[in-house]
């Protein structure tokens, strides 16, 4: 079914207030998760403990009614404990797959970043081509399919840093941080009896969910923004205080991503506003920063937004007009 960006800002907003029972004061955030969903990505949450990660992936996978899978990555796990393995019958004297947790559709990465890099690389096919081959033998994994990674940013001992490529996998990385005091004040109301999770339930269908992810495609980009979004990336590969810049696969990720946050504000063509408020999360966890700037405490994030401020954006009329 063909969607227009009213309906699609309708749906979303469902989502986005039915996750808001459960996850109190983190409308960004929520924002960011739906425009991963829409975008067909994935989203990496970056946060310290107890702030709702995997909340926020259960009450998700709930609100669209979908499979929840999640993996608690330890250093031993293995990569068939992630995709499945083939197991031998003695019966009909035949290996048969066995799926693993990884065959569902909205699937937890918990602490991605405390399983061995062999372990890590099991989700890059998936991550990238929704499949999985197991035996030389591909099994596709179901739609909508997206992977929510976490990982702490403060305690690094007993870790494996995800490499760049897993990393170039992330659409977006999400931080949610702590809640004001009012926030955390309602967090305990809402919790006195029961947890608000126990109580939501799906607030739209798969066949939706997979006709809003396309229907995004239809949204226009002028040719102005599409410059807007390759000088960004160019800028992270020509800046002296980066080491490694953005690959094209940022590009591809403001473009989509554009088109899905046009969508979230009901519009069907993309200003170069829509593209600045997703850099950061877009591109800051795809560049490194070089040796230099990190003597200086500048964080690949500090890097993103002063090229945000360096590079000048196209006049927001050029999108209309050209359409």
């Known amino acids: 079914m ?50 709702g990660k995997t909340m926020l992936a259960r009450s998700l996978a709930q609100s669209l009614g979908c499979v929840f899978n999640r993996i608690q990555f330890t250093p031993d796990l293995l990569p068939s404990d992630v995709t499945g393995t083939s ?3 003695q019966q009909t004297r035949q290996f048969e797959f066995r799926p693993g947790p990884l065959m569902g559709q909205i699937i937890l990465a918990d ?9 890590q690389s099991a989700l890059l096919e998936a991550m990238e081509e929704h499949q999985i081959t197991i035996d ?17 940013p403060i305690e690094y001992e007993g870790t494996f840093p995800l490499p760049e490529a897993q990393l170039d996998r992330f659409l977006l990385r999400v931080s949610l941080g702590y809640l004001s005091k009012q926030e955390e004040i309602r967090v305990m109301q809402n919790q006195r009896v029961r947890h608000p999770i ?20 239809q949204v226009y980009v002028a ?8 000088d960004l990336t160019f800028a992270t590969r020509e800046n002296e205080s980066i080491f490694l810049g953005s690959s094209p696969r940022g590009s591809l990720g403001l473009y989509r991503a554009g088109q899905a946050q046009a969508a979230l504000m009901g519009r069907d063509y ?3 506003d829509d593209v600045k408020k997703l850099a950061e999360p877009i591109l800051a966890h795809r560049i ?5 700037a990190r003597l200086k405490q500048f964080t690949a994030r500090r890097v993103v937004q002063d090229i945000l401020e360096r590079v000048p954006l196209p006049d927001s009329e050029l999108s209309r007009k050209a359409k």
């Open 223 to 230: 040719p102005a923004v599409e410059q807007y979004i390759v």
């Open 270 to 272: 993309v200003l170069p």
């Open 136 to 152: 030389g033998e591909m099994h596709p994994l179901p739609a909508p399919f997206m992977v929510i990674g976490t990982q702490n």
């Open 87 to 89: 197991i031998f019958n």
């Open 111 to 119: 602490e991605i970043n405390r399983a061995t890099p062999k372990t």
């Open 198 to 217: 126990e109580a939501i339930a799906a607030v739209t269908s798969q066949d939706e969910v997979l006709a809003m992810q396309a229907a995004i495609k």
């Open 2 to 51: 063909d969607l227009t960006a009213a309906e699609i800002q309708a749906c979303s907003e469902k989502i986005i207030s039915n996750l808001e029972q459960v996850i109190v004061g983190k409308r960004r955030g929520l924002e960011l998760m739906v425009i991963g969903l829409l975008c067909q990505g994935h989203i990496l949450i970056e946060d310290v403990p107890g702030v």
């Open 288 to 292: 490194i920063a070089s040796p230099a």
